[in-house]
């Protein structure tokens, strides 16, 4: 039987490590990003064209925010997965560990 095991404990321990941090850190700049955040406005990707050619600014740029949030959620749904995969990693790695071959 082929082993799912391909990478070591070490590894697998910063893999969660590196996953907790990403899903705290993109859930909360998801959150500020949704809530309209104006600290973050230099991280909203418009150009001044955006606003001349727009009859009402603000509604492109909330818009424009809305987007950026739910790329966040997304990345930090991604380091969920990865988190998943490292734990799976370290189960497998303890596993390896008590078997007598």
């Given at each position: 039987m082929?082993s799912l095991?391909f ?10 490590v590196?996953?907790i941090?990403g899903?705290?850190m993109?859930?909360?700049l998801g959150?500020f990003f949704?809530s309209k955040?104006?600290v973050?406005?230099?991280?909203v ?7 001349r050619?727009d ?5 492109n740029?909330?818009s ?5 949030g ?9 380091y969920?997965?990865?988190g998943?995969?490292s734990?799976?990693?370290?189960r497998?790695n303890k596993?390896?560990?008590y078997?007598?071959t």
């Amino acid at each position: 039987m082929p082993s799912l095991l391909f990478c070591g404990p070490k590894l697998a321990a910063c893999g969660i490590v590196l996953s907790i941090w990403g899903v705290i850190m993109l859930g909360m700049l998801g959150i500020f990003f949704c809530s309209k955040s104006a600290v973050l406005i230099e991280d909203v990707p418009f150009t001044e064209e955006d606003i001349r050619n727009d009859k009402s600014p603000p509604q492109n740029i909330y818009s424009l925010y809305n987007q950026v949030g739910i790329n966040c959620f997304i990345a930090a749904a991604i380091y969920v997965g990865i988190g998943a995969i490292s734990l799976c990693q370290v189960r497998l790695n303890k596993r390896q560990d008590y078997m007598v071959t």
